[in-house]
């Protein structure tokens, strides 16, 4: 069955401290990939997607990620974070040539200490 | 346009009730999908629908249902509510020809007691 692994529970970093969270997924076929980050109290809003092209994404507010199709990854990176940053963050994939079931891994908590 | 209207946003139900959740969307987006929330492990997926009378199977099916009558509905039925189906709900859709991101509607929380 495929699914999505994040590998980092629970991560704390200083303010300005370089950010890597981890996604892999188990699906040998076309992706298409996401970030998702969760700020408390509040809903899942879109970081960034990939569905095709240049494997380095950038998205909103500093993030970008990387897909190696060869690891079957897509690790999300932020090279200085911020107090703000301080949230869950989802990765999720959408296996496109199959029947589109979406499914996320089961996130990353991610404390900022100022 | 509404986007994506979940109801109710919170109900408590009794352990054997049964109860419908909403979903609508109103930007004729094909796929459809119900995930549950739970501390620590993230979103499950429920069901699925990629359109008007195809339903799937997600992660977490087990005491649910769902119909897919039309493009816009998406209701989530739960027969006999169990506390293990204590969580917060999200119906999310999905337009592949946009390559859209997810759209959510804005969740309900149920607790059984």
């Known amino acids: 069955a495929q699914s999505v692994s994040q590998h980092n529970h629970h991560v704390i970093l200083s303010e300005a401290a370089s950010l890597e969270l981890g996604c892999n997924y188990s699906?040998?076929?076309?992706?298409?990939l996401f970030w998702y980050v969760q700020y408390p109290g509040q809903h899942l809003q879109l970081l960034l997607k990939y569905f095709s092209g240049d494997p380095l994404v950038k998205g909103i507010k500093g993030f970008e990620a990387e897909f190696i199709k060869s690891k079957f990854s897509f690790n999300l990176r932020k090279p200085s974070v911020q107090w703000s940053d301080t949230a869950e963050y989802f990765c999720?994939?959408?296996?496109?040539?199959?029947?589109?079931?979406?499914?996320f891994g089961q996130g990353t908590t991610l404390q900022v200490k100022p | 346009n509404a986007g994506v209207t979940q109801t109710p946003k919170f109900r408590i139900l009794k352990i054997g009730q049964s109860m419908t959740l909403q979903c609508t969307q109103d930007?004729?987006?094909?796929?459809m999908y119900w995930y549950r929330q739970d501390p620590g492990m993230g979103l499950k997926l429920i069901y699925y629908s990629v359109g008007a009378g195809i339903t799937d199977k997600g992660e977490v099916p087990n005491g649910y249902n769902v119909s897919r009558s039309t493009t816009e509905d998406f209701p989530l039925r739960l027969e006999l509510a169990a506390p293990s189906q204590t969580s917060v709900y999200f119906c999310?859709?999905?337009?592949?020809?946009?390559?859209?991101?997810?759209?959510f509607g804005n969740g309900t929380r149920l607790t059984v007691t």
């Open positions: 999310a859709t999905y337009r592949v020809e946009d390559n859209s991101p997810l759209h």
């Open positions: 999720a994939v959408i296996i496109s040539s199959n029947t589109g079931k979406l499914i």
């Open positions: 699906y040998g076929g076309t992706v298409n």
């Open positions: 930007m004729n987006h094909n796929y």
